[in-house]
């Protein structure tokens, strides 16, 4: 698939903001997801947004989408040092059978 | 409700050998995928079943990979001969259908591939 761009590390204190952002490139993207994987552990769904909405809220997640720019991004509220964790974006079409194109993952790293 | 089931949590092989890796989704999930994660890089799709049947394996390297869900529930993933860059987490995924909501998808704790 087309690729889908992050930056890859990020640094916060305990009790920031952590904003991760996060470019995609397929216009026809139907879902926008947000994944979480700690230290050897599985995929973890964190939220989604569907690409006719322009933003997402869910307790301290905050989603905002620009379809113009195609450019994603998840803001944590309150940042806490077990957000620490490799964030993924990705994409997922129609036309891919649904199946999810992922970006290289955001190294999030909170500090006390 | 049980999550996605993979076997075994963990391989070493040399190269050229046979590795096999087994995948059990969530129950009544119709759709099932295997990605591949190389270290340092984010999960890319090797192969997306419908059942029993293949959606898209336009990604898996057929030389050496193939991939099977005879029944439409598990599903098998072959590498022979392995190679050194084959070296990577197997994930599957399940999801109910290509047209649930969403789609959310289900991921299992993955297989640790190490080629040497």
């Known amino acids: 698939g087309e690729d889908v761009e992050q930056s890859l590390f990020l640094s916060v204190r305990e009790g920031d903001s952590s904003v991760i952002n996060c470019t995609y490139t397929?216009?026809?993207?139907?879902?926008l997801y947000w994944y979480k994987q700690e230290p050897g552990a599985g995929l973890q769904l964190l939220t989604y947004i569907f690409s006719n909405m322009d933003m997402k809220q869910d307790q301290r997640l905050t989603v905002l989408l620009n379809k113009k720019d195609k450019h994603l991004s998840l803001r944590i509220a309150d940042t806490q040092t077990g957000d620490s964790a490799i964030y993924f974006c990705a994409e997922s079409t129609s036309n891919s059978g649904y199946a999810l194109n992922f970006g290289k993952g955001t190294s999030l790293l909170v500090t006390p | 409700e049980a999550g996605v089931a993979q076997s075994p949590r963990y391989k070493i092989i040399e190269k050229r050998q046979s590795v096999a890796f087994w995948c059990n989704p969530i129950?009544?999930?119709?759709?099932l995928y295997w990605y591949q994660q190389i270290l340092g890089q984010g999960p890319k799709l090797l192969i997306q079943f419908q059942n029993n049947g293949v959606v898209d394996d336009s990604q898996l390297p057929k030389d050496r990979f193939s991939a099977e869900r005879l029944k439409g529930v598990d599903s098998t993933l072959k590498i022979q001969p392995a190679k050194l860059e084959d070296s990577a987490v197997y994930l599957c995924a399940s999801t109910k259908s290509l047209l649930a909501i969403n789609n959310e998808q289900f991921f299992g704790p993955g297989t640790r591939l190490t080629v040497l």
């Open positions: 129950s009544g999930h119709a759709t």
């Open positions: 397929d216009s026809s993207s139907t879902y």
